[in-house]
């Protein structure tokens, strides 16, 4: 029996058991060859980093940058108060309130400022826009006046934002809280106006405001309760002195009448 010649390559493929057509491609392959297609899903499933977003100013370091941008030329109090982004009142409320906690009585200056304090009150009670009159929002105030006010308001503002922090934000979101802030701030300023030769009459009404001032400028619902109790330690007070002086008439009168 003769021995058959070997196939050529033309016939290797057709015979039967010659290699797969998948095993000939993985030999004439290069040894250093690697497949794209596992490299480019490795590269679509590497996850990637995600950017921290950016961190939002305080307003205090808000405060600041205004006092520079208004360092040199003058500016109208409705530019300033624009320039604040809807914030401008509250800190307004709280640079006018701030020099009445002192226990003495500022007689004089307690008038004037405690009635602009009830405008301001009034105006968000009945749920609208904090209104000034127009001949006061257009004056124009010398720069050196704008950057130590707001200078000076940036320091207060970075020393409250120590213990402020948007907390229950429900308060503030809620049409009633916003009107109950107006109505006790209306109602303190109201008191502060009454010129009384008495110690601690401009503190508690002036601490009522500063604490809901303070409260609106960071959505603080903690310090809105704060100075809710104020207001009610506020009332407290001059029903006291209420009481105290009605006594104390009684007591003239029938000293006067009985003599």
Same mark, same amino acid.
């Given at each position: /029996?003769?021995?058959?010649?070997?196939?050529?390559?033309? &016939? /290797?493929?057709?015979?039967?058991?010659?290699? !797969?057509?998948?095993?000939?491609?993985?030999?004439? /392959?290069?040894?250093?060859?690697k497949p794209?297609?596992?490299?480019?899903?490795?590269?679509?499933?590497?996850?990637?980093p995600e950017?921290?977003? !950016?961190?939002?100013?305080?307003?205090?370091?808000?405060?600041?940058?205004?006092?520079?941008?208004?360092?040199?030329?003058?500016?109208?109090?409705?530019?300033?108060?624009?320039?604040?982004?809807?914030?401008?009142?509250?800190? *307004?409320?709280?640079?006018?309130?701030?020099?009445?906690?002192?226990?003495?009585?500022?007689?004089?200056?307690?008038? !004037?400022?405690?009635?602009?304090?009830?405008?301001?009150?009034?105006?968000? #009670?009945?749920?609208?826009?904090?209104?000034? %009159?127009? =001949?006061?929002?257009?004056?124009?105030?010398?720069?050196?006046?704008?950057?130590?006010?707001?200078?000076?308001?940036?320091?207060?503002? =970075?020393?409250?934002?120590?213990?402020?922090?948007?907390?229950?934000?429900?308060?503030?979101?809620?049409?009633?809280?916003?009107?109950?802030?107006? &109505?006790?701030?209306?109602?303190?300023?109201?008191?502060?106006?009454? %010129?009384? %030769?008495?110690?601690?009459?401009?503190?508690? %009404?002036?601490?009522?405001?500063?604490?809901?001032?303070?409260? #609106?400028?960071?959505?603080?619902?903690?310090?809105? *309760?704060?100075?809710?109790?104020?207001?009610? /330690?506020?009332?407290?007070?001059?029903?006291?002195?209420?009481?105290?002086?009605?006594?104390?008439?009684?007591?003239?009168?029938?000293?006067?009448?009985?003599?």
């Amino acid at each position: /029996m003769g021995l058959k010649p070997p196939p050529t390559r033309g &016939t /290797m493929c057709a015979c039967r058991g010659g290699p !797969p057509r998948g095993l000939l491609l993985k030999w004439l /392959m290069p040894i250093n060859h690697k497949p794209t297609q596992p490299l480019a899903r490795s590269r679509a499933s590497a996850p990637t980093p995600e950017r921290e977003p !950016p961190r939002q100013r305080t307003f205090s370091e808000e405060l600041q940058s205004l006092a520079a941008q208004f360092a040199d030329r003058s500016a109208r109090l409705e530019e300033v108060l624009a320039a604040t982004q809807g914030r401008g009142f509250d800190l *307004l409320l709280l640079l006018i309130a701030l020099p009445f906690i002192t226990p003495i009585p500022l007689l004089g200056l307690s008038t !004037p400022f405690g009635f602009v304090i009830f405008l301001i009150g009034a105006r968000l #009670a009945l749920g609208r826009r904090p209104w000034l %009159p127009q =001949r006061l929002l257009e004056r124009e105030l010398p720069p050196r006046f704008i950057t130590k006010v707001l200078g000076g308001a940036g320091r207060v503002v =970075r020393w409250l934002e120590v213990l402020l922090r948007p907390r229950l934000g429900f308060l503030h979101e809620q049409v009633v809280y916003r009107r109950i802030t107006g &109505t006790f701030i209306m109602l303190s300023g109201l008191l502060l106006l009454l %010129p009384l %030769p008495i110690p601690l009459t401009n503190t508690f %009404p002036a601490l009522t405001v500063v604490l809901l001032a303070a409260a #609106a400028l960071e959505r603080d619902g903690v310090f809105f *309760l704060v100075g809710s109790a104020a207001f009610a /330690m506020t009332l407290v007070y001059f029903g006291l002195l209420a009481l105290g002086g009605r006594r104390l008439i009684e007591d003239l009168m029938h000293r006067v009448l009985g003599g």
